[in-house]
């Protein structure tokens, strides 16, 4: 399907108006975009022990932010405002993640599970 043959507005109506049709193909459409924000994010933050599709679902959430808020009346291209919601969910999602220990993942590649397990049972005590 060419996706540059179809009007992002015409769709954002119909996504309004209740179109799954619609949301669909603006689903398809962003897809890559949502995929390759998540990328980078995943590229810097996978030592936390998550997976590329948990960074994927978080950027689908920022999608869906994005039709649910976009205005139209702002003048704002809907790629640029799908791009700042993606981005920002995924700031979001990294931030809890790093912010506190027990948010941290094991992935099965850590040497040190046991190390991070007495940290982490520590830091939970004194608290």
């Known amino acids: 399907m060419k996706y540059k043959d179809l009007n992002d507005y015409y769709l954002i109506d119909m996504v309004c108006e209740g179109d799954d049709i619609s949301y669909g193909v603006l689903f398809d459409k962003y897809r890559p975009l949502i995929r ?11 030592d936390y022990g998550y997976d590329f599709e948990d960074f994927v679902q978080e950027g689908y959430i920022g999608f869906y932010k994005a039709l649910k808020y976009f205005n139209i009346d ?14 920002r969910q995924l700031i979001s999602f990294v931030n809890k993640i790093s ?6 993942l094991f992935s099965n590649n850590d040497s040190n599970v046991l190390d991070k397990l007495t940290i982490l049972m520590r830091f939970s005590k004194s608290s």
Do not use: D, G, M, Q
């Not at 390759?36 to 810097?44: G, S, V």
């Not at 702002?74 to 981005?87: G, K, M, N, P």
């Open 36 to 46: 390759n924000i998540a990328a980078k994010f995943y590229k810097k933050y996978k």
């Open 74 to 87: 702002r003048e704002v291209l809907l790629y640029s405002f799908v791009s700042l919601c993606v981005t």
């Open 99 to 104: 912010a506190h220990p027990s948010y941290v």
